[in-house]
């Protein structure tokens, strides 16, 4: 059984379109996360919610909205989406806790032409 | 947020004891030390965290210095699926944050 699944795995768009990636767990797990990974390889968080509460909302554009309908899913809307927005798309799951580990997706690279 | 300082890269030959550095001179008291690796085309996995004692587990051990300013992750034998990006992480109380830093790209040889 997958932990953490993502959908869809690839996504090729346009600019200027919507679009969302979807991600569930089947952990029984309170806090789940959206990371983002550029093309660099840098790994960076851009938000987290704990009990369908959002807890972390980094410096991201307004264009990315988070919704999670109950603690199993979180799900990342894209408008408008920019070339600059292609990247490969991350969530995560944990339980709460400093000590506690996080369970990531495989991913989701997104390809705006 | 503390920062961790990695190499960049690092080469082991297969079968052979790698120690991979990590130096986070502020962290703070609370912060945990949290250990990751990404294999290619693959999320994030953990690997071990302590707080200041050593630890151990079945894919690696951590030793944490005694003033926690630095800690290695070592892999008793490296095998060439141990080859990824290796993250040390500090994770403070009262955050759910995990920052990433550049990592070490570890090259397993056969």
């Known amino acids: 059984d997958t932990a953490v699944s993502q959908t869809p795995k690839y996504l090729v768009t346009q600019m200027g379109n919507d679009k969302s990636i979807k991600c569930e767990q089947n952990l029984g797990h309170d806090t789940m996360y959206w990371y983002k990974q550029d093309s660099k390889k840098f790994l960076k968080i851009m938000f987290s919610?704990?009990?369908?509460?959002?807890?972390i909302n980094e410096t991201v554009p307004n264009r990315f909205s988070p919704k999670s309908p109950d603690k199993a899913h979180l799900n990342l809307h894209i408008n408008s989406l920019e070339l600059g927005d292609s990247a490969v798309y991350f969530c995560?799951?944990?339980?709460?806790?400093?000590?506690?580990?996080?369970?990531f997706g495989p991913g989701t690279r997104l390809t705006v032409t | 947020d503390a920062k961790t300082t990695q190499p960049n890269s690092m080469e082991s030959n297969e079968e052979e004891p790698v120690h991979l550095p990590c130096n986070h001179s502020t962290i703070s008291g609370t912060d945990y030390i949290h250990w990751y690796r990404q294999l290619p085309s693959q999320g994030p996995e953990y690997v071990i965290h302590g707080l200041t004692s050593n630890v151990n587990n079945r894919m690696a051990s951590l030793a944490i210095a005694e003033d926690r300013k630095s800690s290695t992750l070592i892999l008793h034998r490296a095998t060439l699926r141990d080859a990824a990006v290796y993250y040390c992480?500090?994770?403070?109380?009262?955050?759910?944050?995990?920052?990433f830093g550049t990592g070490t790209r570890l090259k397993v040889l056969a």
């Open positions: 919610y704990n009990n369908k509460e959002l807890i």
């Open positions: 995560a799951s944990s339980l709460p806790g400093q000590g506690s580990e996080q369970y």
């Open positions: 992480i500090l994770r403070s109380s009262g955050t759910y944050k995990y920052i």
